[in-house]
């Protein structure tokens, strides 16, 4: 199969799911001139240890982009508390189309559908209300 989209948006609900599960894809997708878009949704912030900077995760999540090469002004962080999506899907779906609409992806990952946590059910779901049109891969964490 040949897979060569021009843009790519990444759907990350927490700071280590996209580097840990799909980084052969990005750095593939890259090399084939493919321009990458990031989405996280929480730095979960409200998970660090309290001996640990509230910023760790973030600053982390960054240096693994930079590996990948993906340019911050291409990375949108999002704030919504860890293990509550549920509770904001409609804002999460809004915050989903806005990004749509301003990166115009020709390829979208994701959770799959079968993920059992819950904030990567939420984004996933919206995800797939909003892309209906647009090819969608999933990545698994097992």
């Not at 927490?14 to 990031?38: M, N, P, Y």
């Not at 090819?135 to 964490?141: A, D, G, Q, T």
Request: charged share 25%.
């Amino acid at each position: 199969m040949q897979l060569k989209p021009k843009r790519v948006l990444l759907f990350s609900p927490h700071t280590d799911d996209i580097e840990l599960w799909c980084w052969g894809l990005i750095s593939k997708l890259k090399k084939q001139g493919a321009e990458i878009f990031v989405c996280v949704f929480s730095d979960c912030k409200e998970s660090v240890p309290e001996w640990f900077p509230k910023d760790a995760l973030r600053k982390e999540f960054f240096k693994s982009m930079s590996v990948l090469w993906i340019p911050k002004e291409n990375i949108t962080f999002l704030d919504y508390k860890v293990r509550l999506f549920p509770q904001h899907r409609y804002e999460i779906l809004c915050d989903i189309k806005r990004l749509w609409k301003q990166i115009n992806p020709d390829l979208v990952l994701c959770h799959n559908t079968y993920d059992l946590h819950q904030d990567h059910q939420t984004v996933t779901n919206e995800v797939i209300r909003v892309f209906k049109k647009v090819s969608i891969f999933w990545y698994e964490l097992s």
